[in-house]
């Protein structure tokens, strides 16, 4: 699990995240692990790296997790029969770092919906 990332609000938008996250696939890859997984945004995701991980097989720990939010990027040593449902470590759980409450749910979700249908 990559997230939750963030940057220091005074350094955002100068390359600090897009760093991070290919430095964080990069030492997944080397220690041998077959995915990195996160919940977040795919428009800032998906250029780097990242894709649908429902699409792949996965599915979510929660469906608190908006699903376009819930994403992979596989890395070499990922094999095809690896899918299933995600299971967080407790830290999450304890820590409340899974997905998304209301009304931050509920705003992102109806985003979806009118993405969808083109509104
Ligand atoms: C999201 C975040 C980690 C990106 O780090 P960063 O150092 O600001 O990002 P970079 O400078 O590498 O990339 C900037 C790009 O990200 C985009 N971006 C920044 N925050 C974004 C967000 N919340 N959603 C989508 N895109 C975002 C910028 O528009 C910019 O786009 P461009 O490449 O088309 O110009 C950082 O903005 C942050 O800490 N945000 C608050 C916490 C958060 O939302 N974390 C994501 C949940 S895991």
Not at 61 to 78: C, E, H, K, M, W
Request: glycine share 12%; charged share 20%; aromatic share 10%.
């Amino acid at each position: 699990m990559l997230s939750p990332l963030s940057v220091r609000p005074d350094l955002q938008g100068h390359g600090v995240g897009t760093a991070l996250v290919a430095a964080a696939l990069e030492t997944a890859g080397d220690r041998g692990a077959p995915a990195v997984f996160l919940e977040g945004s795919p428009y800032y995701y998906g250029r780097r790296g990242f894709s649908s991980a429902s699409a792949l097989g996965f599915d979510r720990p929660s469906t608190r997790i908006p699903d376009p939010g819930f994403q992979v990027a596989l890395l070499s040593s990922y094999q095809p029969w690896m899918v299933g449902r995600l299971i967080y470590p407790e830290a999450f759980w304890t820590t409340g770092t899974v997905g998304l409450r209301d009304p931050e749910l509920e705003r992102v979700e109806a985003q979806i919906a009118s993405a969808r249908t083109g509104g």
